[in-house]
Structures are given as structure tokens and as C-alpha cells.
């Protein structure tokens, strides 16, 4: 059973930088299909950055040219490192494995990223 843990979120002005780390244990997640997604209040969960195996990325338009979504096979990690940011794009951030050919989800439990301005 994969298990995603995320960090690196917290309080940070507008215009400034983070960077998430999602860390999987219990299982490899290196042909797993790793995404972020972000739920901001009253909104949506909604997809923020992903990254196949194979290091194809994508990423919703308003976090295009600030964002960029990594990996590192080695350590069974992913990050998310986030700059320029923005007020709206506070939300809790989640981290999300996708398996191969059965697309099993995973979950991580989130972490908060507050942008003030």
C-alpha cells in the first residue's frame, strides 16, 4: 500500500516561492503517473501540475511559467516548486499517484499553502 506524504507548505508573501515535496513509502511509484492538485476554499479540487513516468508534464493554464513539477526516481519523490505566487493560489495542496494500466489512486493528506498579499 503506496503512502504519500507532502510537505513544504506554509505562509508566504505574494510573489515569493515554495517548494512541495510529496514522498511515497510502501511501494515504488516510478511508472506511477504523479500529479499535484490544489482545493482552494470553496472551491473544487482541481489539477495543478503532472508528471508521467516517462517525464511528460502538464499543468492548468494559471499556473503555467510559474510552476514546475518534478521527480526523482531514487528518492520515490515528487515536488512541486512554485514561484511568483499569488493570492489566488492559496489552497490545500494534494499529492496524487496514479498506477499504470490499473490507475489506482493515491493520496496524500495535503499541506496548506497560504500566499498573502
Known amino acids: 500500500q503506496v503512502q504519500l506524504v507532502e510537505s513544504g507548505g506554509g505562509l508566504v508573501q505574494a510573489g515569493g516561492s515554495l517548494r512541495l515535496s510529496c514522498a511515497a513509502s510502501?511501494?515504488?511509484?516510478?511508472?506511477?503517473?504523479m500529479g499535484w492538485y490544489r482545493q482552494g476554499p470553496g472551491k473544487q479540487r482541481e489539477l495543478v501540475a503532472a508528471?508521467?513516468?516517462?517525464?511528460?508534464?502538464n499543468y492548468a493554464d494559471s499556473v503555467k511559467g510559474r510552476f514546475t513539477i518534478s521527480r526523482e526516481i531514487a528518492k520515490n519523490t515528487a515536488y512541486l516548486q512554485m514561484n511568483t505566487l499569488k493570492p489566488e493560489d492559496t489552497a490545500v495542496y494534494y499529492c496524487?499517484?496514479?498506477?499504470?494500466?490499473?490507475?489506482?489512486?493515491?493520496w496524500g493528506q495535503g499541506t496548506q499553502v497560504t500566499v498573502s498579499s
Open positions: 496524487n499517484s496514479v498506477t499504470p494500466f490499473t490507475n489506482r489512486v493515491y
Open positions: 508528471i508521467t513516468s516517462g517525464g511528460t508534464t
Open positions: 510502501g511501494g515504488t511509484v516510478r511508472f506511477n503517473t
